[in-house]
């Protein structure tokens, strides 16, 4: 068995491309070797910001043998009635460079008399030979989305291809890409190069990580970001504090060093009076560095970095980081500074020359809209409605800050900053800060009630007016982001427990956009009651309903969120209960029967002559009037058996049209009973 | 390191690796590669290295020379190498060292930062070099210039001088760099960054800011421009007509420094800029390929390294 090494090593590669080219290759590979090869292996992935490499262990060192059947002429014109062979027959043999005599007659399935063949047998080639055509033409056919050419060549790739090492065992796989040839041999660290000019020497594939680190690379993400995050817990607990989590940044500096070393860096006290949210967000977008909070998280006064290399033997890494960090602090303050000098909500004429959507106009309009939105639905909520309105009207007006000029991801916490700062009602403050609440499916939605409300306004008013306006996600175009709104919608309903329908709310805001609509209303409230139905199905799945507990639960209506919630709730606490088998069986036939029928709804239980439809009939009243889902699921468990034993014992389309009648009212009662929880009939 | 001194050995060291060095072009712009030897440079098939240095003007950063770190104008070293050599990064390397910078000391990397202008109808893909976690360089490999594919392509090196004198200083301030020593009978006389162009900053700010006709300037921006077409259909001039658009896209600046530019009308004029670029593009390679010009077309004397 053997094992394989591939290494392209580039000018450095964007880190966000790394994971995808590392993972697009490793599959390719996979599926290469399970073809030719027929063998499964796993695929050990390394990325550096210079280099993609990947290595297998188990490959065969030649190819399985692989017999194919080639099937000739009947076996009537081959060979003739003395049995000996006709030129046909030798013709068909001598195509394949076989004798006559190894020229079989069978009689193939489909077809109708037995016909020559003869079986081939396809060595296997060594697998150093199949490598050295394969790999290249991997390479060349990685989907690259930002391809680039160089120099002369027309060759694309993501960044220029500067080495190739590729080992089956302590053998090199011959191949060239673009005029580079593969060999035993590569790049280490710029650093280690400096007192070592030649490449350096991979004895064997299994060798690799090792020659590697000691010329400086460590060529594994994992590993990488592993020794990062100790050093940032070292280091941070060293300053008295811990780091302001961030995986998506750890990452990121894990991607874009060779040698992954954390740097500790101070910065004057003074920036300290910046908000926490300008800082974590000015130091993580301009020095990719990290914050230390206190136990309190109260920030303190530095900041950890990476460096792309194991030390800062004169201390400069650490005072150019500073330096750097001061200047990007001094212009965070300068904004900050500036932005006081105007009460924020003195921006609103600022916002008419600011388009939120060609069509829909400007962040103005958006303003009032929201504004009126905002009211209304405060109201329908029992809260205070000119509140809802109050906590709308100055809202946007962060948009044309320089703060968030230069960090688009701090709307809203600024304008709630600002706000703050001005003395503003702390219920007002604080719904602005959480308006674009939540950010994204794990972000938290807005803790108060008036953030929650401007929160949905803000996202109704953007849903309802693009899709008035025919700007619809379709498949994977959502170039606005409306699916996240939408589920940012439902969510916040889903999760304050609050009793608004979706669409009914949505129309609202299309009643404030309505002079701008491009399409009919109807059309579009019909699009925007599929959008959100969807983005119901989706909340429950990501609230962990099992999928016969979703599909059972939304078939009951699904605008009433509490409703739904407390059906999903009730159902997957059922969920186990045997009796609920039955119960689906019976409800489908219960639909069944009514499918073709025309029911009233009122019938006299006194036509009904069998024990077992007047015991169903008694339970009626009760579950009809039953409010509460938990029992009334409790109860209809119970009416699973009463239910067999009704089909078993019951034919309802009985001759006497009267008592058919009324068993007919009787199930339709009934499912419309279940169905004030869960259509049964789609729980599998 | 004066800033003189960084300008000296960065033209020293690139004129060593057979660039040659130009000069600034006598108009106003915002970047190195407006200047027409790289931006006529980077097209068509023949061999060119050229380095220089840009004065560049960026309204929208003018600070009234208060601002500690930003600039109105600013000093770009600017390096075009085609085709783009295969050891470019390391010549690149090798120029921080010629500045004094001492790598097995420092932090260096490479991070993604594409290019692109859309006023000459270019775009290219690099990296933002990063020293010590300060962005010192930006490197780009052209793919498309004038709207035209790159073939070969070309790597640009644009150097932030003011930036590089301050980080290797340590300095705070950008109008504390020293320019260079004023030698005299009197005696020597350092002369800072400040005294030389502090108040140009403060007026030039106050140009753009408070003082800039705008109605003039939409006015000069349609002029321009027009001026610009009549020399291209006409004579086919795709020098003077180049120098017509870069000061379109100053006026544009200009505009847009003083908030007057809409972002519904922004696209719009950046087009008006770029279709005139881009038709100077294919002018110039017309008149190219018609072997009129540069000496150095039929093939050059090839010098191995």
Redo the contacts between chains.
Sequence with gaps: MSRLLLEIHC??I???FLAPLSGEFAEGLQAWLRDQLKIELPVARFYS?RKLAWRVEGLPLEQPDQTEVQVGPPQRMCVDAAGAATETGLKFAGKWGVGFDQVRFEQPAGKKEPVAVVTMIKRGRPTRDLLAEILPALITGLHVP?A?????SEFEFV??I?NLLCLLDGDVVPFELDGVTAGRETWGH??FH?DHPGKVAVAGPEDYERALEAAGVVVAFAERRERLARQLETLSAAAGGRVVADAELLATLAE??EYPTIVKGDFPESFLELPKEVLVTSLKEH?KAFCVEDAQGVLLPCFL?A???PD???G??K???E?????RL??AR?FFDEDRRQPLKERMEKLK???FQ?ELGSYFDKTQRIAALSEAMASALGLDGTDGRLVAQSCKCDLVTLMVGEFPELQGIMGGEYLRRENAHPKVWQAVKEHYQPVSAEAPIPATNLGGVLALADKLDTVAGCFAIGIIPTGSKDPLALRRAGQGIVRILFEKGWNLNPVRVAALALDGVEAKATKPRAETLAALEAFFRDRVAFQLELAGYAGAVRRAALAAGWTDLVDLKGRCDALAGFGEDPRFASLAQSAKRISNILKDETVAEDFDPARLVEPQELALARQLPALEANPDHGSLLAALADLAEPLESFFNAVMVKCEDPELRAARLSLLFRLRKAFLRVADFGLWQ | MHIQELILRLQRFWADRGCLIGQPYDLEKGAGTMNPLTFFGALGEQPWNVAYVEPSRRPKDGRYGENPFRLYKHLQMQVLLKPSPARVQELYIESLEAMGVDLRKHDLRFEEDNWEAPTLGAWGVGWQVMLDGMEITQFTYFQQVGGMDCRPVSAEITYGIERICMFLGGLDNIFDITWGDVKTDEGVFPISYGAVRQREEYELSAYSFDHADLELHWQMFTAFEKEAWLLLTGPGHFLSAYEQALKMSHTFNVLDARGAVSTTERPGIIKRVRDLTCACARAYLEHAAQGAVRPEADGGKAVSA
């Design positions: 000018e450095e964007p880190a966000r910001p930002r680039m050419r160089w120099g002369r960044r220029p500067r710029r650093l400096m874009i060093v020095q970095t460096a792309n290399r800062d033997p004169d400069f890494i005072s150019g980081n330096w750097v960090l001061r200047a001094y212009d300068f020359s600011l388009t060609r």
